[in-house]
């Protein structure tokens, strides 16, 4: 997994490199063949900001915590073909109990 769609292009680059130099030494071939199921989903500047402006703005029993606490994740996620597309954001909305 990466965070960089060119830091990804630079690893298969050297993965590819790599297994046909291995190759080379020991007198055989070999085909590279990198499956990529999902590219990495990099938020939007823009849109991130609009998330946070409207979190910050909650008030109350509603009001949340912003955090960018174990990012980046590595999973992987249909929204990133999304944002490929348009420009957006994703996010992780919370939950808690509230002892009244």
């Known amino acids: 997994r990466d965070v960089d769609e060119k830091v990804f292009a630079t690893i298969k680059k050297r993965m590819t490199d790599l ?6 030494g020991y007198g055989c071939s070999a085909d590279v063949k ?4 999902y ?3 990099v938020n939007h500047p823009e849109q991130t900001e609009v998330v946070k402006r409207c979190a910050a703005s909650l008030t109350g029993p509603l ?3 912003i955090t960018s606490d ?3 994740m590595l999973g992987g996620e ?3 073909f999304y ?3 348009r420009p957006g954001c994703f ?3 919370g939950t808690q109990e509230f002892n009244y």
């Open 19 to 24: 297994v046909h130099s291995i190759c080379k």
């Open 34 to 37: 990198i499956n990529v199921q």
């Open 39 to 41: 590219p990495a989903l």
């Open 63 to 65: 009001e949340s915590g």
């Open 70 to 72: 174990n990012l980046p």
């Open 78 to 80: 249909d929204f990133a």
């Open 83 to 85: 944002v490929k597309q």
């Open 91 to 93: 996010f992780f909305l």
